[in-house]
Structure formats: structure tokens, C-alpha cells
Nanobody
Framework: VQLQASGGGLVQAGGSLRLSCAASGGTFRNYRVGWFRQPLGKEREFVAFIDRSGSPTTYADSVKGRFTASRDNAKNAVYLALNSLKPEDTAAYYC???????????????????WGQGTEVTVSS
């Protein structure tokens, strides 16, 4: 499956963005999806997970209550709504998918076989 992330941009602190991840080339409903981010000069970190049917979802503590993952399997798309953004949310955001990943591994980037190209989110103070 091929993934393409979009929707990033420059936003002021407290603002919102909606990231999209479009999938092609596979039966998307069979894939579990994770969102990760990588601040400049830092390691990639887990942000959110959404299961095949759209639930359950899991979030990193740093974004819980502010970010919401959703998906529309009919459109082969996954979304990440970013609300109440903070400067520390600035990063390149990536969507990742895997059909075989088990839920206990969902926070581990190395467990995902398919990755989008990343979309930049910059939050100004």
C-alpha cells in the first residue's frame, strides 16, 4: 500500500490543523494505522493509533485530549485532527500502516511496513 500525507502548515499556538493520509494499492480496511512525528534533530515518536474499523484509538500522553484520529475506509483515508496546538507540536508528521502489526506493538515505528512521506506542521508562539 502507498501512503501520502498532507494537510500540514504554519499555524499559531492554539490553532488547529487536519492532517490526511491517503492510501492506494491495497485493501486499506485491513491495515492498522499509526501517526508519528519527528521534530527537527530528534527521534521519531508515536502520536496516535487507529485500528482497522476506526476503533479503538490510542494517543501519546502529550497529545491526548487535543488530537483525534479517524478514518474513512470507503475513501481509503485516515485523518488526524490537531487542536489546541502548541509550539512543541512542531514536527514532520508521518502516517504509517501495517496489516500484521499487533496492538501491543502499535507505538513502535519499526513495526510498520508502509510509510507516507511526511507533512510539516509548524506552530508559532
Amino acid at each position: 500500500v502507498q501512503l501520502q500525507a498532507s494537510g500540514g502548515g504554519l499555524v499559531q499556538a492554539g490553532g488547529s490543523l487536519r492532517l490526511s493520509c491517503a492510501a492506494s494499492g491495497g485493501t486499506f480496511r485491513n491495515y492498522r494505522v499509526g501517526w508519528f512525528r519527528q521534530p527537527l534533530g530528534k527521534e521519531r515518536e508515536f502520536v496516535a493509533f487507529i485500528d482497522r474499523s476506526g476503533s479503538p484509538t490510542t494517543y501519546a500522553d502529550s497529545v491526548k485530549g487535543r488530537f483525534t484520529a479517524s478514518r474513512d475506509n470507503a475513501k481509503n483515508a485516515v485523518y488526524l485532527a490537531l487542536n489546541s496546538l502548541k509550539p512543541e507540536d512542531t514536527a514532520a508528521y508521518y502516517c504509517a500502516a501495517d496489516a500484521r502489526i499487533i496492538t501491543s506493538q502499535k507505538r513502535e515505528a519499526r513495526q510498520y511496513d508502509y510509510w507516507g512521506q511526511g507533512t510539516e506542521v509548524t506552530v508559532s508562539s
